[in-house]
């Protein structure tokens, strides 16, 4: 389906049902973009002929915008949004204390999700809407999720807390003042997700990880066109899809085309040599 025959439907979606039924929602505010598009990609999956070719995290849960503006306001701040120093809201981020009624809440997720490592992940109001992307712009985090649940708790909470203080990092000021946007404009919701992949001994990481783009907007030759489609893919987690590193890029529309070229040491010099992964007996992201 084109995209944009989905904008009209998706612009009045609503995810938030589906997180509840699910008994996945924390808060009562905004989801954000990615819980939104998520959700409505769930949707649209369930019964399709697609189904059964698509493996889904069992569960996503989401905080809402709800418990964002709680924190700030029951942190004492608001003085945030005027705020360059970094550094300074980092560790306001950090030391913030959170209120006893979310870790009642958060209990719930890491029962959820004891035996396996999780993915903290950004769903601000304006992250991957069909006129904004944001892509790369806010933080995701992993965490083990092993030990004992005072430590696990401490890992979800502190990961958390850096994906709502990657609302103020000078990148995503500067994208949202470029689009018009101020900072009271933008709230953060949170996604927690598992990790995909398998345990390998001590090591946990799927054998490939990817992003797919609908559109190539640097192409190698005349024989794609700008709408066939585009995968990034890595071995390990998908980390490596998004930080610049040699990942495998494959047109949909010619997947043997490699945009370095067919020589040897081309392809050798742009080829994945290092893949990330989660240790578990340390419970660290490597």
Request: aromatic fraction near 14%; charged fraction near 30%; hydrophobic fraction near 40%.
């Amino acid at each position: 389906m084109p995209r944009q025959d989905i904008w009209i439907p998706y612009k009045d979606f609503d995810g938030k049902p589906l997180y509840k039924e699910q008994g996945c929602l924390i808060g009562d505010g905004n989801i954000g973009g990615k819980g939104k598009g998520l959700a409505f990609a769930f949707e649209h999956l369930v019964g399709s002929e697609l189904e059964k070719d698509v493996v889904l995290p069992a569960k996503t849960y989401v905080v809402t915008t709800e418990i964002f503006y709680d924190f700030i306001e029951h942190n004492d701040m608001e003085w945030i949004y005027d705020e360059t120093d970094l550094d300074k809201i980092n560790r306001a981020f950090s030391s913030g204390e959170i209120r006893p009624s979310l870790i009642s809440e958060l209990d719930k997720v890491i029962d959820a999700f004891w035996e396996v490592p999780i993915a903290i992940r950004s769903s601000s109001m304006l992250e991957d809407s069909h006129l904004l992307s944001f892509a790369g712009k806010y933080f995701t985090t992993f965490a083990a999720n092993v030990f004992d649940r005072a430590w696990r708790m401490r890992e979800l909470t502190d990961g958390i807390k850096a994906v709502w203080a990657s609302l103020y990092n000078p990148a995503a000021r500067a994208y949202r003042a470029k689009h018009g946007y101020t900072d009271r404009d933008e709230a953060m919701a949170v996604l927690v997700q598992p990790l995909m992949g398998k345990r390998h001994e001590d090591y946990f990481y799927p054998e490939l990880a990817g992003t797919i783009f609908s559109k190539v907007y640097r192409r190698p030759s005349p024989r794609v066109k700008k709408e066939d489609g585009v995968i990034r893919f890595c071995f390990g987690l998908g980390t490596r899809t998004v930080d610049r590193s040699h990942a495998r890029l494959m047109y949909l529309s010619n997947p043997n085309l490699r945009s370095e070229g067919t020589l040897a040491r081309d392809v050798a010099q742009y080829s994945q040599e290092h893949f990330d992964y989660m240790d578990c007996r340390f419970g660290a992201f490597v």
